[in-house]
């Protein structure tokens, strides 16, 4: 087995409990060095305007989450709340929103999915990515525009399109406004992430369990059917982003 294919594997729920209560040597590294990112990045926003944070509610925005938390409690939580996501979803958000005393700022698109559905009929069958557009990419970029650091839970490994993401970049949104993207765990892997959360405690998303690898809304999400790509799950294999995190070129 390859080492891309083994750090893709998911510790499951009985090998997590068995963990020890130290990190390894080299987890403990990719840890000083997110914190320090997070230090440097975070120090010159004493504003929470400046600053947020987009969370899907997975393991690694979770753990993200987590981390901030500590150096900026107020830091807003931008929630793309499309109105389809899993009910499991919907109940993790609010669990985690209630006991970490979350700044949640449910992000809704312009229509309701009722009214999405009357007009325009099953969008996510018939026309994901307009799907998407409607319900995620207009309400997060309109959301991101106003603050001038966005942090999220990226990683490289998630999928072959994020393969050249940078810890660091600018992001220049519809608008031509350009914010600055920190993703700290631009080189971490799932095995990473899952120890860390192990270490810390932290509860996650019960749909993992179930064997989702990748969750995002209920229509378009299912078990993955490649076992080496967690995304093979999304979009029926049509496609593997959203589009949130392709930047766009400013209108004209």
Not at 38 to 45: D, F, N, P, Q, Y
Not at 53 to 77: G, K, M, N, Y
Not at 156 to 172: D, G, M, P, V, Y
Not at 225 to 235: E, H, I, K, Y
Request: negative net charge; contains cysteine.
């Amino acid at each position: 087995m390859n080492d891309s294919i083994a750090n893709s594997e998911m510790p499951r729920e009985t090998e997590a409990a068995e963990l020890p209560g130290t990190l390894s040597p080299a987890l403990e590294a990719k840890l000083f060095r997110v914190r320090e990112l997070l230090v440097l990045e975070l120090v010159g926003a004493q504003d929470t305007k400046d600053a947020c944070l987009t969370c899907s509610f997975q393991a690694e925005d979770v753990l993200l989450l987590h981390l901030v938390l500590e150096l900026r409690p107020e830091i807003p939580v931008l929630f793309l709340d499309t109105g389809y996501h899993f009910r499991e979803t919907y109940e993790y958000r609010d669990r985690i929103a209630t006991e970490w005393k979350l700044n949640l700022r449910n992000l809704l698109p312009a229509r309701t999915v009722a009214e999405q559905e009357l007009e325009h009929g099953l969008l996510h069958q018939t026309a994901p990515d307009r799907c998407c557009g409607l319900r995620k990419v207009e309400p997060l970029f309109t959301a991101v525009g106003e603050f001038r650091l966005w942090l999220t839970g990226l990683r490289r490994e998630q999928a072959r399109s994020r393969a050249a993401l940078e810890e660091i970049a600018e992001f220049t949104l519809p608008s031509g406004t350009t914010v600055r993207k920190l993703s700290p765990f631009a080189d971490w892997s799932t095995r990473d992430v899952w120890q860390a959360c192990a270490f810390y405690g932290i509860p996650l998303l019960p749909l993992y369990d179930a064997g989702y690898t990748s969750i995002g809304c209920e229509p378009c999400t299912s078990i993955p059917t490649d076992p080496n790509d967690p995304r093979s799950g999304r979009w029926a294999g049509h496609k593997v982003e959203c589009g949130i995190h392709i930047q766009a070129a400013p209108n004209s």
